[in-house]
């Protein structure tokens, strides 16, 4: 495997995901921002922060998956969550887990950041996903 997952030890816990990522290969995939959208760009989830965030990692994994590269291959997701309040972090975590099975998510995740913004391009988007990924 060209991804190895690591907390050491001393680092921030409990969370949902790994501090640490060491990757080796020579192919990177860079997946943009993925939103709620399909590729006709209708919208696929209703207003709630779960079901959208289950929707783009399913659009990440499309991405990942036309580079020839699945969730196990990567070593970072950055979100960006609009209006971002702590009371929120149960529909985000819940969202994640609606899809872990899935689309193969690792448990803990690999190292992510969810970044709070006041908006992004359209006002009914509550996140988006970048992922970042390395193949042998």
Not at 34 to 39: A, L, S, V
Not at 70 to 77: A, C, E
Not at 108 to 124: H, N, T
């Amino acid at each position: 495997m060209s991804v190895q997952l690591l907390t050491p030890e001393g680092m921030f816990q409990p969370v949902p995901y790994h501090h640490v990522s060491v990757a080796t290969g020579s192919r990177h995939v860079h997946v943009a921002g993925q939103i709620n959208r399909d590729d006709q760009a209708n919208r696929l989830a209703p207003d709630d922060l779960a079901g959208q965030v289950a929707v783009a990692l399913r659009n990440t994994a499309r991405g990942l998956a036309g580079a020839g590269a699945t969730f196990s291959d990567v070593v970072r997701l950055r979100f960006f969550v609009t209006r971002w309040d702590p009371a929120k972090m149960g529909d985000f975590l819940a969202g994640i887990e609606s899809v872990r099975e899935e689309l193969g998510l690792p448990d803990p995740l690999p190292p992510l950041s969810a970044i709070g913004v006041d908006y992004l391009f359209e006002p009914d988007v509550l996140v988006e996903v970048e992922a970042y990924a390395i193949l042998d």
